[in-house]
């Protein structure tokens, strides 16, 4: 696996790239994953007024060419927002399950992708929080899967089909999270959490579809 040339020089992008890493290693932990690739090596700087996107292209020879980009973080000093982090979270997800996915010899969609990204932007947050409880739980759930808008424009039909996507994520996360927080976040059982969460990482597309509108 090589990485993509290309990308907007930025003199902040060693700071991204540490937090990506950082948030590559909380995920690993959580899913007991093996490194494949560091992901610091992958990043990349977003152009201006872009969203986090994972590119892969396979190359001449079989190996498959991967670039994530990601938003800048604000200077030193100054708290980045809610969605620049959220991104960067997405960004980090997408790599992370691709290459494992790629190592294990397993198929990913889309969806899955991009349910995938949705829990995970609520784990790496919860677990960012001094002390995380059912209260807290609800207030973040509550900023990621209902305060929140579509930027896509839906006058293509591959505009719609995205939009489309990002709801049906948006949908089954929301549900499957509002489950964990009952059952587990709230009696504070956060190992049979844990665990469950490497559940849902490990099964595929329909497994995790299921699960969430179990909820």
């Known amino acids: 696996m090589t990485a993509l040339p290309g990308g907007r020089p930025d003199g902040r992008l060693a700071r991204v790239r540490a937090l990506a890493i950082r948030v590559q290693e909380a995920l690993e932990r959580l899913y007991r994953l093996d490194r494949v690739a560091n ?43 809610l969605d620049t982090l959220c991104q960067i979270i997405e960004g980090v997800s997408h790599f992370v399950y691709v290459v494992e996915r790629a190592r294990s010899g397993r198929a990913a969609t889309q969806l899955e992708l991009e349910l995938q990204a949705e ?44 939009a489309e996507r990002y709801r049906v994520a948006n949908d089954a996360a929301h549900g499957f999270v509002r489950r964990l927080e009952r059952q587990y976040v709230g009696p504070a059982r956060f190992g049979e959490l844990q665990a469950e969460l490497w559940r849902f990482f490990h099964i595929g597309q329909e497994g995790k579809l299921r699960l969430g509108r179990a909820a």
Request: charged letters at 35%.
């Open 39 to 81: 992901v610091g090596d992958f990043v990349r700087s977003a152009a201006s007024g872009e969203r986090e996107a994972l590119l892969l292209r396979e190359g001449a020879d079989g190996d498959l060419e991967v670039s994530v980009r990601l938003p800048a973080l604000p200077e030193r000093g100054e708290d980045a927002t």
């Open 119 to 162: 829990v995970d932007k609520w784990v790496v947050l919860g677990a960012s929080m001094r002390s995380f409880d059912a209260q807290e739980s609800a207030r973040l759930r509550a900023r990621l899967y209902e305060d929140f808008a579509f930027v896509h424009d839906p006058g293509t039909e591959a505009e719609r089909e995205l």
